[in-house]
């Protein structure tokens, strides 16, 4: 009933930038929150950041604190990551996900809803 799906990664050099988007279609109403997770090879899932409906709480990892900014335009039901000062290390799958559950979680059971996952590269 709900459908995600990521757009905007590439091959960038260490220190650039890029900007993911995360469009959502069907049955959106309460998407309370929404989320970026990400995937390396030879890696679990991990969590990076999530932003609640409003935009007025959000979480981050540390990993990426200071680097990525998560925000979301609720008219167009997109979410979007700022990626900046990416390094080789962020390298991975990145994953859209989003709940209509009333929390904004770093654990990846409590998102019902996934994207296929847009791949960033970056390079030494």
């Known amino acids: 009933q709900v459908q995600l799906v990521e757009s905007g990664g590439g091959l960038v050099q260490a220190g650039g930038s890029l900007r993911l988007s995360c469009a959502a279609s069907?049955?959106?109403?309460?998407?309370?929150?929404m989320a970026w997770f990400r995937q390396a090879p030879g890696k679990e899932r991990e969590f990076v950041i999530a932003i609640t409906w409003s935009g007025g709480i959000t979480t981050y990892a540390d990993s990426v604190k200071g680097r990525f900014t998560i925000s979301r335009d609720n008219a167009k039901n997109t979410v979007y990551l700022q990626m900046n000062s990416l390094k080789p290390e962020d390298t991975a799958v990145y994953v859209c996900?989003?709940?209509?559950?009333?929390?904004?979680?770093?654990?990846?059971?409590?998102?019902?809803?996934w994207g296929q996952g847009t791949q960033v590269t970056v390079s030494s």
């Open positions: 069907g049955r959106t109403l309460r998407m309370y929150t």
């Open positions: 996900a989003a709940t209509n559950r009333y929390t904004l979680s770093t654990r990846s059971y409590q998102y019902d809803y």
